[in-house]
């Protein structure tokens, strides 16, 4: 009986996956997919293997497509039986994918990256690309002749672009977008936060749609855009604040509460928030280790005059005193 459980969540895997890639997913189907991710571990982790067995088939030598090296930094890839159906789905889909007008000659990459949670992974794009999966990352990625383009479904992720004058590299979040020619840079979109940070080179960043003109960040510049309140803040950054998670820290310089604590909540398996709006730009500075998120959580009242409420759900409440 046993072995049903397994069999069980990689048809539930395979189930979305196909929904997915057959035509994408409503709004509320997307929530619906969501909340299956987040409800197990083991739901992210099917759905993480459907997604690099599909890497795996993107290698199959076919017109006009190149091959993909996918890295993950803690190789975990297994061949269960229960992964039968699920990589008959994919198959299908695959097959789906080719016999489409336009397939042939339009992408010449196309990938469908998850990070379960607890799990970063970094991918090569065929273009040199190289992407970092920060935990609990969800990425579409585009490669066409003359552009290309990566959407940010949910997560974390850092860009080291290859250069290429005659193709840039767009990254869209929501409705914010950053686009590039050769630089590194990250992206995080938060529940309640788009933020970009720019190690080298320069970007063009522009947060929700109707913007008159983009924000551009060179090397050093920090963006972050407050869904809510529709405010914008860039602030410069140092060099080992920007994707610091990269080396198992988040690392932070009088960084406003508000904005440090929908970071924290991505590590966590419940978020943390604010009971009093008046904290939110409270500054704070030091570091994390993100694998133990709630170890810092205990120290935050020695840095700032707060208590901190646990909720029996695992979230946590940061209440003034």
Known sequence: MKKDVPMAIDE???????????????AHEQRELDTWLAADPAHARAFADLNLIWADLDQLKRPALHTATVTPLQPRKRWLPGRALAASVVFACALLALSQPGFIGGATQRLSLVSAPGEQ???????????????????EVRLYPDR????LLAGEAFFAVAADAERPFEVRAGEGSVRVVGTRFSVRRGSEHLAVAVESGKVAVQPYMGQA??????????LDYDYRSD?????????EEIASWRRGQLIFRDRPLAQLLDELSHYRQAPVVLADARLAER????????????AFLAALPQLLPVRIEHQANGSASIHAR
């Open 283 to 294: 500054r704070v500075s030091g570091s994390v280790n993100i694998a133990r998120p709630d």
């Open 213 to 222: 003109s983009p924000a551009m960040l060179v090397a050093g510049d920090g």
């Open 121 to 139: 992974r970094q991918v090569l794009l065929e273009d040199g690309t190289r992407v970092d999966l920060n935990v609990g990352t969800r990425l």
């Open 12 to 26: 539930q895997a395979a189930a979305w996956f196909s929904r997915r890639s057959a035509g994408g997913l409503s």
């Open 148 to 151: 290309r383009e990566a959407e």
């Open 231 to 239: 405010t914008l803040q860039q602030r410069r950054l140092g060099a």
